[in-house]
């Protein structure tokens, strides 16, 4: 049986020199996210302030893979 993977959206706060990114979901929750092998194959660039889909598993709810990023919808919810 495979495992259930749950996807939330949240917003990156934090980026690292390792393409790990610090993921403040939408619930309030601080997640620590890094990128798709899709992502980096089609060199999608994550910058601190935008807003993506993060995938987790029930196993560990404090690390995630980021598999999209969306467009933001307005500029306040961006991160100065």
Same mark, same amino acid.
């Given at each position: $049986?495979?495992?259930?993977?749950?996807?939330?959206?949240?917003?990156?706060?934090?980026? &690292?020199? *390792?393409? $790990? &990114?610090?993921?403040?979901?939408?619930n309030?929750?601080?997640?620590?996210?890094?990128?798709?092998?899709? $992502?980096?194959?089609?060199?999608?660039?994550?910058?601190?302030?935008? !807003?993506?889909?993060?995938? $987790?598993?029930?196993?560990?709810?404090?690390?995630? !893979?980021?598999?999209?990023?969306?467009? *933001?919808?307005?500029?306040?919810?961006?991160?100065?």
């Amino acid at each position: $049986m495979k495992d259930e993977k749950f996807i939330r959206e949240g917003l990156v706060t934090e980026t &690292f020199p *390792n393409a $790990m &990114f610090r993921v403040q979901l939408d619930n309030g929750d601080l997640v620590l996210g890094y990128i798709s092998g899709k $992502m980096r194959r089609r060199s999608i660039q994550i910058l601190r302030g935008d !807003r993506v889909k993060i995938e $987790m598993t029930r196993y560990d709810s404090t690390k995630g !893979r980021i598999i999209a990023r969306l467009p *933001n919808k307005d500029s306040k919810d961006k991160i100065r």
